[in-house]
């Protein structure tokens, strides 16, 4: 049980577009979805916490107008990075919580995007 | 700020032998601490802990929380090849609203055959 996707797993793209990243919990229904980016050798990073039904929260020096998130239903959150520049490029991902009992904060990683950006 | 300090930063170790990492943290409200495990994809969950010397174990896996002292450790006996990744502690606060993991910098083990 407890299981996140991610869509696409790869994407090159060319400077100046957008891409979008779905992020959907198979089994379960997740009211908080997390989007988290990783540059290499580095750890996760929070970038924004989504909620269902509601805008998402942004970490501090995260631009909400670059990085568009979307809970629209109660199994898929979706990312959207617009206007992606080379330094956009790095591994997303994204995690569903579970909450159940003591499980409150434990959360599931879907197995990411790498966004390249040429 | 909420932080989360892991150590060693890499190690590396010949199969069979047992390793420990270490998380250390300083957080405002605190409520679990997690490890994670990752190869080449996201972090697969290992454990979580709440309370303070109490033992976790999951095959050649276990840890332990000591709340007073602000420190786990991760415990790796018998290492095999496939134990090879970077190991993740993460931080969850306690104060509601506010869910969002703190990750380390993580400790990345390499098993020599």
């Known amino acids: 049980g407890a299981v996140v996707s991610q869509h696409p797993s790869r994407v090159i793209c060319k400077s100046g577009t957008s891409v979008k990243i779905e992020c959907r919990s198979l089994?379960?229904?997740?009211?908080?979805m997390f989007w988290y980016r990783q540059f290499p050798k580095q750890s996760l990073m929070l970038m924004a916490t989504s909620n269902e039904g509601s805008k998402a929260t942004y970490e501090q020096g995260v631009e909400k107008d670059k990085f568009l998130i979307n809970h629209a239903s109660l199994t898929l959150s979706t990312l959207t990075v617009t206007s992606a520049h080379p330094e956009d490029s790095s591994f997303y991902i994204c995690?569903?919580?579970?909450?159940?009992?003591?499980?409150?904060?434990?959360?599931?990683f879907g197995p990411g995007t790498r966004l390249t950006v040429l | 700020e909420d932080k989360v300090v892991q150590s060693p930063l890499s190690l590396v170790v010949h199969e069979g032998d047992t390793v420990t990492l270490n998380c250390s943290y300083e957080v405002t409200n605190f409520r679990s601490l997690l490890w994670y495990k990752q190869e080449k994809k996201a972090p697969t969950f290992l454990f979580m802990l709440t309370s303070s010397g109490i033992e976790k174990k999951s095959g050649r896996l276990s840890s332990i929380l000591d709340k007073k002292e602000l420190f786990s450790i991760l415990n790796i006996t018998a290492t095999q090849t496939g134990d090879s990744a970077v190991y993740l502690c993460?931080?969850?606060?306690?104060?509601?609203?506010?869910?969002?993991?703190?990750f380390g910098t993580g400790t990345r083990l390499t098993i020599i055959p």
């Open positions: 995690s569903a919580r579970v909450r159940t009992g003591v499980s409150y904060n434990e959360q599931f």
């Open positions: 089994d379960f229904q997740a009211t908080t």
């Open positions: 993460a931080v969850a606060p306690s104060n509601f609203g506010n869910e969002k993991l703190t």
